[in-house]
């Protein structure tokens, strides 16, 4: 069986789910089904992390992803045998035509769910594409139960197309000796404070402007303490870094505001153990990623009470409404202080992402269609 991948999520995508995905993906697969070949494809070069599985075959092609021309893709896939194509970014880049077996992974529906959320550009480019590749999909993976939920609220697709999976968590994301950890961030990222952190890509949907207000408060308790903000600020998204920036001053609180930009991925266990708390009051997670990651490194999490986050984190969390800045600050400065038993390592909700079940069930999906 030939399977092709579509590697976006790893060539332009770094430090958000997307990557994540792709990235444990890849690094399992060959290994737990080795009678398999696997392709990625993406217009953009892939560099080899030291972590990715070289069994993996990359293949640069000039994917006109503006104008959703994937032509050379549906050649490749039907001049090369492939049996499987699986895009993992919300099926944007199905080719036209059936030229193998397709399957896509759903890992949100902000635009149909949360328009005010993205730009026209997206909004149309969303509700052009990924209704054709729902029809057009074999099989539809969906990262979570409340994905699959708002597929079949909002497409007339059937129930039985759609399965859920949720994303393999990397057995990296641990707790660790802190001292180590510390001692690597001051090493690598010259970071030697006591931090909250968030992590994720800058978006107006993850509320940090109200992050800052409560940190603010905090450090009326805490005047030494940093708030970390690891995720990508160029691109589309630096208009917003940049006010947000602007913001901290207005506030006064940027001297204790550190964006880091890019991390490695590899790195990220060490950030998530330093950190005194995870913070993510995103309005909209089809699956919270690197909340997930955080509350498996024994990181205390405080969340928002929406989306899929009860889902998946069940009561390794504590969960707020997102504008209710009096009790996040409360819930952070109990966190800082160490008084809230409630944010102990709770680690049953955790194990049933860990190991190789996720990938098994990927495995039998691909079976199925071939």
Do not use: W
């Amino acid at each position: 069986m030939k399977i092709c991948y579509d590697g976006i999520g790893l060539s332009h995508f770094k430090n958000t789910s997307l990557y994540t995905y792709t990235f444990e993906l890849l690094n399992r697969l060959p290994n737990l089904y080795p009678q398999a070949e696997y392709k990625v494809v993406s217009n953009k070069h892939i560099s080899h992390s030291p972590l990715l599985n070289d069994k993996v075959d990359f293949l640069k092609i000039n994917l006109n992803r503006l104008d959703n021309d994937y032509n050379l893709l549906e050649s490749y896939l039907a001049d090369g045998d492939i049996d499987i194509y699986h895009s993992p970014n919300n099926g944007f880049s199905l080719p036209a035509k059936k030229a193998c077996k397709y399957i896509l992974t759903m890992h949100n529906l902000l635009p149909i769910s949360q328009p005010k959320y993205v730009d026209i550009k997206y909004y149309d480019k969303f509700n052009t594409v990924v209704p054709i590749s729902l029809q057009k999909a074999d099989k539809i993976i969906a990262v979570s139960k409340f994905i699959k939920d708002e597929i079949l609220r909002h497409f007339n697709i059937s129930e039985d197309k759609i399965i859920v999976i949720y994303p393999a968590l990397s057995e990296m994301f641990k707790p660790m000796n802190k001292e180590k950890c510390r001692f690597i961030l001051k090493t690598k990222y010259d970071i030697d404070e006591d931090f909250l952190l968030f992590t994720g890509s800058i978006h107006e949907r993850k509320n940090l402007d109200t992050i800052f207000i409560v940190f603010k408060k905090i450090l009326n308790y805490y005047n030494n303490l940093k708030l970390l903000i690891v995720g990508n600020n160029l691109g589309k998204k630096q208009e917003l870094f940049l006010s947000l920036q602007e913001y901290a001053k207005e506030l006064n609180i940027h001297d204790n505001i550190i964006f880091t930009g890019l991390v490695d991925y590899e790195d990220m266990p060490y950030i998530y153990n330093s950190a005194l708390c995870l913070i993510n009051i995103s309005d909209y997670e089809g699956f919270p990623t690197s909340t997930l990651e955080g509350a498996a490194c024994g990181t205390p999490v405080v969340c928002s009470n929406s989306s899929s986050f009860r889902e998946v984190l069940g009561k390794s969390a504590i969960y707020i409404e997102n504008k209710d800045i009096d009790t996040l600050k409360n819930i952070l400065l109990e966190t800082i202080d160490r008084k809230n038993d409630d944010f102990q390592k709770r680690d049953t909700q955790i194990i049933k992402y860990r190991g190789d079940n996720s990938i098994r069930e990927l495995v039998r999906v691909y079976e199925s269609i071939v």
